[in-house]
């Protein structure tokens, strides 16, 4: 009879890795921000820049790594693939232009409502039911966002809060695409291709030669880093851990992202929007746990 004894280190380290990889890619995706704040240039030439390097990125990935071709990969997409993309490049263009037009905290607090979104659209579309805990959560969240957005008008800019509700609208969309895809969607291929999208987009409004070199190196940093090498470290994470800790992992982005800005550049956010990114993250946090007892159950 084989022992099955050796396996549980290897599955602890797996989940060590797992946890490790997952917790850099959230450290590089809460880095936008800051990236944003540095560069002085407008949304478009920031959006062309960071989706060209972010495509090389991924295609690298996709052709060194997976060995497989971008063409055939987009193929393979379908339909649903083709919109799946093109969401992401759109939430990619708002996300950019949201920074730029209002803080990071305000940003990073309505991203949050992520995983309730992405609850309601399953319940609309795939007729899933919506427990007691996650209405109560949906709830709680959206008092903190009330708070944050109200409470802390004249600290972000309206037009900017629409736009970081609109992103997040998108990726709870692609959310719902990749359940209810009947092909698999495949991660890389897709980012490369919504970056180049996202670039050329807004190539007409950017202005991608004034540029200094110093400024060029931030670029290629804030796409190689926060985008494509962000992407690909969760890829490889996700694989290793149960999706609730990866979720858990994830909302640290929350209060990373203004945390990155505030030492950077002193944009202290008004305990209005502490307090109600506060009540966001606690909603988050707690439903993200109760889900994962409940799936594990524990």
Not at 16 to 32: D, E, I, M, P
Not at 123 to 138: I, N
Request: some cysteine; overall charge positive.
């Amino acid at each position: 009879m084989t022992s099955l004894a050796p396996a549980a280190p290897a599955v602890r380290n797996d989940m060590r890795l797992g946890v490790a990889l997952v917790a850099l890619s959230t450290l590089a995706w809460s880095s936008a921000g800051l990236f944003t704040r540095l560069l002085p240039h407008d949304a478009w030439t920031i959006l062309f820049w960071r989706g060209l390097f972010g495509a090389l990125t991924a295609y690298g990935y996709v052709a060194l790594v997976e060995r497989r071709s971008l063409v055939s990969a987009a193929r393979a997409m379908g339909r649903q693939g083709v919109l799946f993309t093109v969401m992401m490049a759109t939430g990619m263009i708002a996300y950019v232009v949201s920074l730029k037009l209002t803080t990071v905290a305000h940003v990073s607090i309505i991203y949050a409502l992520l995983p309730f979104m992405s609850a309601g659209l399953a319940a609309l579309f795939l007729g899933e039911r919506l427990t007691a805990p996650t209405l109560v959560a949906s709830t709680l969240a959206l008092c903190g966002i009330g708070i944050t957005v109200i409470q802390g008008f004249g600290e972000g800019d309206v037009i900017g809060d629409l736009l970081a509700v609109f992103m997040t609208l998108t990726m709870a969309v692609t959310i719902i695409l990749l359940r209810q895809s009947k092909v698999r969607i495949e991660m890389m291929p897709a980012a490369c291709i919504a970056s180049l999208l996202g670039a050329l987009v807004a190539l007409p409004l950017a202005s991608p030669f004034a540029v200094s070199a110093a400024d060029l190196g931030w670029l290629a940093l804030f796409g190689t880093t926060n985008m494509g090498l962000g992407l690909i470290v969760f890829t490889l994470g996700a694989r290793l851990i149960p999706a609730g800790m990866s979720a858990l992992i994830g909302a640290l982005d929350a209060p990373l992202a203004p945390l990155w800005v505030w030492l950077a550049f002193g944009e202290t956010p008004l305990p209005a929007t502490v307090a109600g990114g506060l009540i966001v993250l606690v909603a988050v946090l707690g439903h993200i746990l109760y889900e994962n007892r409940r799936h594990t159950g524990g």
